[in-house]
């Protein structure tokens, strides 16, 4: 696993390690520091969206712009959570990513949200 160097703090420094990276597709492991709410999964999944920056982006800041679909479909139980984020599109420095909350391997979360990257 690689640490996500990101600007965040605790408590608001959810995402942690890139479990696996391909093209426009990762995994990164989450620690929370109480039972996450939906809120706190929508900004881990924001947080992820850092190991898909490509060389030129690293460094900027992204900014979480947007959300679509969002669905809590079980409560979290577990300080811990997998997030699976896609790039499903891009223009410029606009990024439109789908992610997927898994605990245990039971998908928790799920839904759409754009980055800008300024």
Not at 42 to 54: C, P, R, T, Y
Request: hydrophobic share 45%; proline share 3%.
């Amino acid at each position: 696993m690689t640490e996500l160097i990101l600007p965040h703090l605790a408590p608001i420094r959810f995402a942690k390690y890139v479990i696996s990276r391909d093209g426009d597709e990762a995994v990164v492991k989450n620690e929370f520091a109480t039972i996450p709410s939906l809120g706190m999964l929508i900004e881990a999944a924001a947080q992820s969206s850092a190991a898909l920056a490509n060389e030129d982006e690293k460094g900027k800041v992204g900014y979480l712009t947007s959300l679509k679909n969002i669905k809590l479909l079980t409560q979290p139980t577990s300080l811990e959570c997998e997030i699976s984020v896609e790039l499903t599109n891009r223009v410029n420095n606009i990024g439109y990513l789908s992610f997927e909350v898994n605990q245990s391997e039971v998908l928790i979360a799920s839904g759409v949200f754009i980055v800008v990257v300024v």
